[in-house]
């Protein structure tokens, strides 16, 4: 059990560090003023052009790619990894004015993808193959983590599963594992969506107060 409970710090802290890294250079959005005065600045140490982002799934910790080419949308990374973005068309040449000062599109926006792209497949595997092969979960059933773990955006039900049940917890390996009270498969999926519904109202919010 001891094992179990190292293993289970190690993925936690695995999942703040990717937490971490994507929200800070998760791409936020400036006025244009801001991002001329970037450009002028020197403080731009890479940036691209697009006309959407790509956001891929947010099931893990995926980090968004700027497409479209040679759109109107300008992005760039400061010193300090954070990144930012603006629409130039709401300004008279604000692409012309921007491309004057930095030149043609240069650089990573975001260096740290390599290191989330990492951590998301260690902690998918670790699930999958713990999932499968190791003790049977005492509160939950494997169907019902399933569909919590894959479905809940930015890997939160992989949280709620190590800090839960067993092999993680010496309260659910006390609880037994094959009991008639386990929560159930399509329990699992409902939950999932309700919670996919609650973390996009709350993103929204969040992103609104922040702004």
């Known amino acids: 059990m001891r094992a179990w409970r ?15 890294m994507t929200w800070w250079t998760h791409p936020r959005q400036v006025d244009y003023e801001r991002a001329l005065d970037a450009a002028q600045s020197g403080e731009v ?9 790509n956001d891929g799934s947010d099931r893990w910790f995926e980090t968004p790619y700027l497409t479209g080419g040679e759109g109107p949308w300008f992005a760039w990374r400061a010193a300090d990894h954070r990144v930012y973005w603006t629409d130039t068309a709401v300004a008279r040449d604000g692409a012309e004015r921007i491309t004057r000062e930095l030149g043609p599109p240069s650089g990573e926006l975001i260096p740290w993808r390599g290191w989330l792209q990492g951590i998301s497949l260690v ?4 699930f999958l193959v713990v999932l499968v092969t190791g003790p049977a979960p005492a509160l ?10 894959v479905l ?5 039900g992989m949280v709620f599963w ?10 659910a390996a006390a609880a037994g594992g094959e009991g008639e009270g ?10 999932a969506i309700v919670a996919n519904f609650v973390i996009a109202i709350l993103t929204l919010v969040a992103g609104s107060l922040l702004s």
Do not use: E, K, N, S
Not at 46 to 52: L, S, Y
Not at 123 to 126: G, Q, S, V, W
Not at 162 to 171: E, I, K
């Open 6 to 20: 190292v293993a289970r710090v190690l993925i936690l802290l695995l999942w703040v560090a990717g937490a971490a």
């Open 152 to 156: 809940i955006p930015y890997a939160i």
């Open 140 to 149: 939950g059933t494997r169907w019902y983590w399933f569909w919590v773990v």
């Open 162 to 171: 190590v800090l839960r049940d067993r092999p993680w917890t010496a309260a």
């Open 182 to 191: 386990r929560d159930r498969g399509w329990f699992g999926l409902v939950t």
């Open 123 to 126: 902690l998918a595997l670790t």
């Open 45 to 53: 140490t890479a940036h691209r052009w697009g006309r959407t982002w």
